[in-house]
């Protein structure tokens, strides 16, 4: 018992000081992304709210890591903080807790970077987003094999990039050359977010490997397959264009073996370029292939039948979709193997629910 009575004042005093305290809780499972693209941009600003109002929502070591961060200066002539990106990733502790911001000044980092799985929270910054930094290598399948081509890879969980273009520089696949294939970037790590982030390559310049990702207001070019592997990611007004030249173009390759996996690739208020009509929106890599097409402008690089697969018998197990897109490439009258998505339907790919990014996503880092 107390020994004084706490008048009403004190107590309504106490409450507005409470309820001002309380962070945001916002839950994704009940906020789809909206349809109109002009609205794109406040709606993820009220969902990816900064740490501060959302401690109560957020992954508990994310909450940790991301309270302390540790900033290194890097500039491609070698003068900032650590001579190069890997000797930056090397001073990081396996196990590392916080978070590690690799801040890059503009120039070309000619390096093959790998992070690997026990080196969580880490970001590389692009100081100057109207002059990207540019991380470029020449690996090829042939020497590397195709994931581990990449000029990135990235395996650990809580990974961002922003203001960055990421480049594989080996020569155009001809159809002759073995093992030409040559990714940019590999993401085998869990909840990872690309923001204004480039990819540049031909075959296979994306492999999004396994995990939780989204990738928003990039822009990702390529030829065959060149988003490709088993994550589960959405792609948020992002380009994603087609280069001219191969007489049958592939988009994305995802690798969905059964219904029992949780993966599969979203795209929402894309936007597909090219022209020409060469570019299969997708194909089955694996039985089960997943991939939605949600209220993204597709031109005429769109192949008419929209869709094809690896093997015979894919054409029952695939899971092809596509809800309210426009443009010439998405005349639905042609279209193979493919969908037309009824609300209910779509509704499971047009929300962050379906990478459950409340938990984690946060807006891109600035320095």
């Known amino acids: 018992m107390f020994g004084k009575i706490v008048s009403c004042i004190s107590v309504k005093a106490v409450l507005v000081s409470l309820i001002i305290c309380i962070p945001i ?17 406040s709606w993820f600003d009220g969902i990816a709210q900064p740490l501060t109002a959302r401690k109560a929502t957020l992954d508990p070591a994310l909450v940790t890591a991301e309270g302390e961060a540790k900033v290194i200066k890097l500039k491609s002539d070698g003068s900032g903080d650590f001579k190069t990106i890997n000797d930056a990733i090397a001073s990081i502790p396996d196990g590392n807790t916080k978070r590690v911001i690799l801040s890059l000044a503009p120039g070309n980092y000619s390096e093959k970077v ?8 880490i970001t590389f910054y692009g100081e ?20 581990e081509s990449a000029t990135l890879i990235v395996e650990s969980d809580y990974f961002s990039a922003v203001n960055l273009k990421i480049v594989n520089s080996a020569p155009r696949p001809d159809g002759k050359a073995e093992g030409a294939q040559a990714a940019a970037l590999r993401i085998g790590g869990n909840k990872a977010s690309f923001y204004n982030v480039k990819l540049y390559g031909f075959q296979d310049t994306l492999c999004d490997d396994r995990g939780m990702h ?27 264009h087609v280069i001219p030249g191969d007489p049958v173009a592939v988009i994305a390759a995802q690798a969905r073996v059964s219904d029992s996996e949780d993966t599969g690739y979203s795209f929402l208020h894309c936007k597909i370029t090219g022209s020409g009509g060469i570019a299969y929106l997708g194909r089955s890599w694996k039985p089960a292939a997943k991939v939605v097409y949600a209220y993204t402008e597709m031109s005429d690089v769109v192949n008419p039948e929209g869709w094809t697969i690896l093997e015979p018998g894919h054409e029952k197990t695939v899971f092809f979709g596509e809800y309210n897109n426009k443009g010439p490439g998405a ?37």
């Open 128 to 147: 100057d987003p109207n002059n990207m930094p540019i991380l470029v290598f020449g690996g090829t399948a042939k020497v590397y094999n195709t994931v």
């Open 331 to 367: 005349n639905l009258d042609k279209r193979k193997y493919n969908k037309k998505l009824t609300d209910a339907d779509a509704k499971p790919f047009i929300s962050l629910a379906f990478l459950e990014g409340s938990k984690w996503l946060l807006p891109p880092t600035k320095v």
């Open 214 to 240: 989204l990738y928003k207001d990039c822009y990702i070019e390529g030829t065959v397959d060149f988003i490709f592997g088993s994550g589960k990611s959405i792609y948020l007004n992002t380009e994603v």
């Open 25 to 41: 809780v916002i839950s994704d499972d009940t906020v789809a992304i909206p349809a109109d693209s002009a609205q794109i941009n």
């Open 114 to 121: 790998k992070i690997g799985m026990y080196k969580p929270f």
